[in-house]
Structures are given as structure tokens and as C-alpha cells.
């Protein structure tokens, strides 16, 4: 009998729901839902109450958690999503980093990963969640001894047990807490190369780069040694950079508000028909994600010496007009 897990990214701009069977050796995707973040609501005020409005001054906005749990209630109600299983993707907050490691067994390597981060982390290790999965198979080096290189994510203790806690409340209790970005890629890898065996050795890397609303994710797979199906993470980056930075640009160019330019710029986009200044705006405001988008190349390719052969595309900006070619 099939198992149901639901894999919950808990987005800015979107709330994201993937369901999936698991059966015995096999995980199939069933659908993704999404539901868009509700803008922040202000609590009501003595003056609205009838007060003086003396308490109003202080009121503050709903916290962005608040409005994301909200958006995931709506969306299990719609769709009475049930699971036996809850895993949740962070997306903020997450430190990614690749460590060269003189060392190739994997509980040698948990024990002293952490040591080899202290002095990359721009925060306490002791207030830090640390893993790592394994981004290149180990190596001999020349004098005998074993090397492998590993990808490393770090993140914040307390806003780990944040989200914890606000789904376990939602009767969500999470058994995984994972990468957005890694799972990301790993969902749409498998899902858009049903064989990644299949491919030719020169279809590979295959690039995933995730758009999303405050920042864009690069993730680098390859097939996984004798795993057939199965696909291996050996580099990953997050640019803070995303199609919110894209509307505010038009807001300040057209003098909009918020919610018009985010209309003129799903209408409109880089090419085609449209308004000149929309597409014009867009295209130097995604000027510095594609120069961050090239020292990412640089960087990949100094490792790897290779290149991408392959992109996908995802995420909200992806469905910008004329992203592809741009």
C-alpha cells in the first residue's frame, strides 16, 4: 500500500504542496499545488474599535510565517491533503557552502565538517544546524591518501525549531527538514528526466535554476554512481536576487504601485509587443542577476572544469516573456 508524503516549501510569494506516493522502491510525484502568500493584515485599532487610537500607533503588520501557514491551511482544505509523512524545504536563512574534505568516511566526516565551517560561518556554531551530503564520490590523491568533497548547509537552531513548531500546531509535524533548492532539483530532474542514466555522458551536468520571488537558486546534478535513476548535488548557490527586486525596478521607472508593476511585468516581460519602458526597465534590472548568474559559471567551472549542458528553468520568474533567450 502506497504512502503519502507531503513535501511543504514554504515560500515569500507562494506556499508550495507536492504530494507523493511512496510504494515499495519506488516515489512517484502526484501533483504540486500552490497558493499565494495573503499581503499583511494590520490588527484592529482602539480608533477602529471606537477607542481613541492610542494603541493603533503601535499595531504591526501580521508576520510573514503567519501569512504563509495561513495560505498552507487554505490549500489542505482545498485539497484535504492528508499524509502519513511531512517533509518541509527551507529556502531563507540557509547556508550553502562546498568543503574539500582529506577524509572519505561518512560519520568521520559529520564529526569534523562542523570544525571545517567555524570559520566560514558568519554566526556562533553552537546557534547553527549543520549536514552535509556527499557532492563528489571520493578521490585518491596522489600520495595514497582519500579525499571527497561535500556539500554543506547550514541554518539557524531557532528558526529551524520556528517552523517546526508552527506546523507541528497545524498537525504537520515534519520528519525532514531539507534544502528548497536541492529538493527542487532533485524533484524536477527526476521528473523531467525520467532516466538520467539515459542521457549521453556529454548531456551532462544538467543546470536547475529556481527563480523565485527574493532569490534565484543555481543546483548542479549528475547521475549518482551506481544509482541508476538517481541523481548526485555537486554544487549549489543561492543569489539573493529575484523577481521582487524585477518589480520594484518598474514601480520606481513608471512610478506604480507595487501591485501594477508586478501586473505590467507578467504582461509585458522582456520581449515581444508591450510598452518599451517595461521591457527596457526589466532587462537592466536583470542585468546584475546575470552577472552574479556568470561569476556562478566562473565558479562551477573552476571546480568541475566543465560547464552546464543542460538548463531548466523554474520557479515564478521563469515564466517571465523572453526569459529563456535572455
Not at 554543506?152 to 515534519?174: C, N, T, Y
Request: glycine content about 10%; overall charge negative.
Amino acid at each position: 500500500m502506497a504512502t503519502t508524503i507531503l513535501g511543504i516549501d514554504l515560500g515569500s510569494y507562494a506556499v508550495k504542496v507536492a504530494r507523493l506516493d511512496q510504494g515499495f522502491r519506488t516515489v512517484s510525484l502526484v501533483h504540486i499545488d500552490e497558493a499565494l502568500v495573503p499581503p499583511p493584515t494590520l490588527p484592529e485599532t482602539d480608533e477602529a474599535a471606537g477607542g481613541d487610537g492610542g494603541a493603533g500607533a503601535s499595531a504591526e503588520p501580521e508576520p510573514l510565517r503567519q501569512r504563509q501557514l495561513r495560505a498552507l491551511q487554505k490549500l489542505l482544505s482545498a485539497q484535504r491533503l492528508r499524509s502519513e509523512s511531512t517533509a518541509v524545504g527551507l529556502s531563507d536563512g540557509v547556508t550553502l557552502r562546498l568543503v574539500d574534505m582529506p577524509l572519505s568516511d561518512p560519520k568521520k566526516v559529520q564529526a569534523a565538517l562542523p570544525f571545517e565551517l567555524a570559520g566560514q560561518l558568519m554566526a556562533d556554531l553552537d546557534d547553527q544546524i549543520v549536514d552535509q551530503t556527499v557532492a563528489q564520490p571520493a578521490q585518491i590523491r596522489a600520495g595514497g591518501d582519500a579525499s571527497s568533497l561535500w556539500l554543506a548547509a547550514s541554518a539557524d537552531k531557532g528558526a529551524v525549531r520556528e517552523i517546526i513548531g508552527a506546523l507541528a500546531g497545524a498537525q504537520l509535524e515534519p520528519r525532514l527538514v531539507g534544502v528548497s533548492a536541492i529538493a527542487t532539483a532533485a524533484v524536477l530532474a527526476a521528473r523531467t528526466l525520467p532516466q538520467p542514466n539515459s542521457l549521453s555522458v556529454a548531456e551532462w551536468p544538467v543546470w536547475v535554476l529556481d527563480l523565485g520571488h527574493r532569490s534565484t537558486h543555481v543546483v548542479a546534478v549528475t547521475p549518482q554512481p551506481g544509482r541508476p535513476g538517481h541523481v548526485l548535488t555537486q554544487f549549489a548557490r543561492t543569489i539573493a536576487r529575484g523577481g521582487e527586486q524585477l518589480t520594484l525596478a518598474l514601480a520606481r521607472a513608471l512610478d506604480v504601485d507595487l501591485d501594477r508593476a508586478a501586473e505590467l511585468k507578467h504582461q509585458i516581460g522582456l520581449v515581444g509587443s508591450g510598452d518599451a519602458r517595461v521591457k527596457n526597465t526589466l532587462r537592466e534590472a536583470m542585468k546584475p542577476l546575470l552577472r552574479d548568474l556568470r561569476q556562478t559559471l566562473a565558479a562551477y567551472s573552476a571546480r568541475y572544469g566543465g560547464t552546464p549542458q543542460l538548463l531548466l528553468l523554474c520557479g515564478g520568474t521563469s515564466h517571465l516573456h523572453g526569459i529563456e533567450e535572455f
